[in-house]
């Protein structure tokens, strides 16, 4: 029986995927031997020796201590793309909403009850302080074209805007999901020279912290609207309170509040409903928990942001699973272990992710998992 441990409320539509008679998911387990967690913060949490995979329902992993667990063997998922949509159809209201002061209108028309028959004429008279203009004609600039940014680009398209696109990881299928009007850059500043909107849709991490900043901002158009639904930590509070207040910067919509920029005027701050949805919540669930079978009953990494996807079947008698550190003569060692025990390596798998690798190798004979933890340079041996 493997336990379960959810941090957070996770869609039960995931969870029920997992059979009972091998599963038991709790939200109280000192031992678990896997984690499925959304938004809660594991940095201080203690990792059990027994923990073999923490699923993220959702993209970001900056909640989760992503390189100790390296360190200890335990691979760390997320679920690239099962709340892209949602995130897409927000993005498209924040887009309006740093075009059209909507949210400061409502709130000013809710000021009016109790005036009875001299709303319509209040309205009329105090409309004019909510003047926007429309998006149509205007530069749309992304920074970043994964799951998300790719949809806000085709969708702004449809939208009568011009698009310019930069990012440098940018992989050939989500480039193939493009529309052809959207002009792709290998140069970041071409984006703030020419954008009248900046949309955010990059991972957060130490490169990417404050990707705005008085500099960058000072390089942008007079007037410019940026839109940020990625990380908070991308924009520079302070910088961009300082540009917003100056006229620098026309409207910011973040989807990640902090008190420097709550009650700001034309700061829209969401609280982060991104996500928040019925549907982005469902998806990411089912695939967390997909994830974390797969791994944990065939040995398979798919979607994990600190070890290498792989996968093999397993025809021999036993699949030996190993992950190590991505360093010279290590996979011969592991295969040497296996040989010495009189074993055969029916078939094997070997990938690596910038410091780590993941080796799977098919067996007929017994595997000594023994032998193979013992050697400098491996942090997980499992054999199923």
């Known amino acids: 029986m493997y336990n379960i441990l959810t941090l957070n409320k996770i869609a039960a539509v995931g969870t029920s995927r997992f059979d009972t008679a091998k599963y038991s998911i709790t939200d109280d387990c000192k031992a678990p031997d896997a984690i499925m967690v959304r938004s809660a913060k594991m940095h201080d949490m203690e990792m059990a020796d027994n923990l073999l995979a923490i699923a993220r329902a959702g993209a970001g992993v900056n909640n989760i201590p992503v390189d100790a667990c390296a360190e200890k063997g335990i691979v760390v998922f997320n679920t690239p793309g099962a709340n892209a949509n949602a995130v897409k159809e927000i993005a498209i209201c924040g887009l309006l909403m740093a075009s059209r002061k909507i949210p400061e209108a409502i709130n000013w028309a809710a000021t009016l009850k109790g005036n009875g028959d001299e709303v319509g004429k209040m309205v009329e008279k105090g409309k004019s302080n909510f003047a926007g203009c429309e998006i149509m004609g205007k530069t749309l600039g992304l920074i970043g074209l994964g799951a998300i940014g790719g949809k806000l680009a085709n969708i702004a398209i449809s939208l009568g805007m011009k698009v310019i696109g930069y990012d440098p990881f940018l992989s050939v299928g989500a480039a193939l999901n493009l529309k052809p009007q959207v002009a792709v850059t290998a140069n970041i500043n071409d984006i703030y020279a020419n954008a009248d909107y900046i949309s955010l849709h990059l991972p957060y991490n130490a490169d990417t912290k404050n990707t705005i900043n008085k500099d960058t901002i000072a390089l942008c158009k007079d007037g410019v609207r940026i839109l940020n639904f990625a990380r908070g930590e991308l924009v520079n509070s302070t910088d961009i309170v300082e540009a917003v207040n100056a006229g620098k910067v026309a409207r910011y919509v973040v989807d990640f509040p902090c008190d420097e920029v709550i009650g700001v005027d034309n700061i829209v701050a969401i609280p982060h409903l991104g996500a928040s949805t019925e549907e982005s919540e469902d998806n990411c669930a089912i695939m967390a928990a997909d994830e974390l079978m797969g791994y944990i009953e065939h040995g398979t990494i798919k979607n994990s942001v600190n070890f290498p996807n792989a996968e093999l079947a397993k025809t021999g008698d036993v699949l030996v699973c190993v992950l190590h550190k991505n360093v010279p ?34 067996v007929t004979g017994d595997a000594d998992a023994d032998a193979i933890r013992a050697i ?9």
């Open 376 to 384: 400098d340079g491996v942090v997980g041996v499992r054999v199923l």
């Open 329 to 362: 003569a290590l996979i011969s060692q592991i295969t040497t272990a296996v040989s010495d025990k009189g074993a055969n390596i029916e078939n094997m798998v070997n990938k690596s992710k910038k410091d780590w690798s993941y080796t799977m190798l098919d």
